[in-house]
């Protein structure tokens, strides 16, 4: 069964980092194109950063190029997000997700096809 757990999550000051954390079991996530997204109350979630198979293409979104950056230990089965500079709208629900193609990455979430629990990045003023 897989299993794709984010954590790393907390509340912050503007302007402070925090490092997401994004663990599978079941899988490899190396084998996997790997997105970040985020949902704030009330908005549609977004997609934040991907990866795609084999490390060969990365994208950001513009909300966030330059401050965040996505990164993986393979040992470890995991992928980060190391986010600085936050500001109090990068405030959501932020979500790991796994994506069996083999090539490329995509910022729609019906692309995923599997997807963790969440975890909250709250950054206040």
């Known amino acids: 069964q897989v299993q794709v757990v984010e954590s790393g999550g907390g509340l912050v000051q503007e302007g402070g980092s925090l490092r997401l954390s994004c663990t599978a079991s079941?899988?490899?996530?190396?084998?996997?194109?790997v997105g970040w997204f985020r949902q704030a109350p009330g908005k549609e979630r977004e997609g934040v950063s991907c990866?795609?198979?084999?490390?060969?293409?990365?994208y950001y979104a513009d909300s966030v190029k330059g401050r965040f950056t996505i990164s993986r230990d393979n040992a470890k089965n995991t992928f980060y997000l190391q986010m600085n500079s936050l500001k109090p709208e990068d405030t959501a629900m932020y979500y790991c997700?796994?994506?069996?193609?083999?090539?490329?990455?995509?910022?729609?979430?019906?692309?995923?096809?599997?997807w963790g629990q969440g975890t909250q990045v709250t950054v206040s003023s």
């Open positions: 079941g899988l490899s996530l190396a084998d996997y194109a």
């Open positions: 990866v795609s198979p084999q490390y060969s293409k990365i």
């Open positions: 997700a796994a994506d069996r193609r083999t090539y490329g990455c995509s910022k729609q979430t019906s692309s995923y096809d599997y």
